[in-house]
Nanobody
Framework: QVQLVESGGGLVQPGGSLRLSCAASGMIFMFYTMDWYRQAPGKQRELVATITRGRSTNYADSVKGRFTISRDNAKNTVYLQMNSLQPEDTAVYYC???????WGQGTQVTVSS
């Protein structure tokens, strides 16, 4: 059974940074593409970043140059480093396995002064 568990969310001031982590189990993690999504109140869930098994990455235009997705296959973990955070980045952030279509429980990120 594939499980994804996110951590690292919280309250941060504008311009600050956070690093989200997503620990995967029940899958051979190194073989699969992983994604980070986010959902702000009243909005649809949107794709933020993707990393393939070959470590190719893609980002939403709104986060390019500020967010970095990475993976540690030895720890079965995918990360999202978020810098220069802005209030519009406030959302629940979800980890997702493309292949298994499994979601984590989400972690809240709030950017506010």
């Amino acid at each position: 059974q594939v499980q994804l568990v996110e951590s690292g969310g919280g309250l941060v001031q504008p311009g600050g940074s956070l690093r989200l982590s997503c620990a995967a189990s029940g899958m051979i993690f190194m073989f699969y593409t992983m994604d980070w999504y986010r959902q702000a109140p009243g909005k649809q869930r949107e794709l933020v970043a993707t990393i393939t098994r070959g470590r190719s990455t893609n980002y939403a235009d709104s986060v390019k140059g500020r967010f970095t997705i990475s993976r540690d296959n030895a720890k079965n973990t995918v990360y999202l480093q978020m810098n220069s955070l802005q209030p519009e980045d406030t959302a629940v952030y979800y980890c997702h396995s493309t292949t298994y279509d499994v979601w984590g429980q989400g972690t809240q990120v709030t950017v506010s002064s």
